[in-house]
């Protein structure tokens, strides 16, 4: 398979941890979004990389939020003392920047719960 | 499975017919366009893209309208299957704005009737 992928697929964590999740993005695409999905709602975005270099944050991404791309093929999003309006589906996208074009490609999420 | 979206507007097709799923967008920088298919518990999934330069494209099945006067896209499934059923949604973007993000509409729910 060779789209985007996420690790875990689903996580269950009690208010106060730590969680971090991983995205390996499409091999040749050298940009990589995060984007978080409520129920009901399209994704929003957070942040993304351009190789290793994190370009853009969105307003959402608070303090305990961080992202890396160390060598700008995978990506990883920890999220500290988790609370329990982070419950979402944290999304994780792909893409090949050209002129005037972007295809981002999702991975399948990582479902995360805070009890 | 899990529901993608469970207050989203719901579009109801029989089997063999076609459908026709609405977009409104607000911001007229936006350049590019994107229809995403997102089936319960999975990510979004590509449909087809159009750029602001175009106002129709048509893939295999799938056709999408651009209409940048009164910023409105469509999807226009041709005779929808069973598979068609998920939570559509539209996305912009714009290559002049800082940063590339995707800004996704609401999500329109399309149940096939068999």
């Known amino acids: 398979d060779t789209g985007v992928s996420q690790d875990p697929r689903h996580k269950i964590t009690k208010r106060g941890q730590n969680v971090t999740f991983r995205c390996d993005p499409i091999s040749e695409h050298n940009r990589l979004y995060w984007y978080r999905q409520t129920l009901g709602q399209g994704p929003e975005f957070l942040t993304y990389f351009q190789n290793e270099a994190q370009l853009e944050k969105s307003r959402l991404l608070s303090d305990r939020f961080s992202a890396e791309r160390p060598k700008g093929s995978f990506s990883t999003l920890e999220i500290q003392r988790t609370e329990q309006g982070d419950s979402a589906m944290y999304l994780c996208a792909s893409s090949a920047s050209r002129k005037g074009k972007d295809t981002q490609y999702f991975g399948p999420g990582t479902r995360l719960t805070v009890l | 499975g899990e529901s993608v979206g469970l207050h989203l507007p719901t579009l109801s097709v029989q089997e063999g017919d076609n459908s026709i799923i609405n977009c409104a967008y607000s911001n007229s920088a936006s350049d590019y366009f994107i229809w995403y298919k997102q089936e319960s518990g999975k990510g979004p999934q590509f449909i087809i893209d159009i750029r602001s330069n175009m106002d129709k494209r048509q893939g295999q099945r799938v056709t999408v309208l651009l209409n940048k006067t009164v910023k409105h896209l469509s999807l226009q499934i041709a005779a929808t299957q069973p598979g068609d059923s998920a939570v559509y949604f539209c996305?912009?973007?714009?290559?002049?704005?800082?940063?590339?993000?995707?800004?996704f509409g609401g999500g329109t729910r399309v149940l096939v009737k068999p």
């Open positions: 996305a912009e973007n714009s290559a002049k704005a800082a940063g590339n993000k995707l800004t």
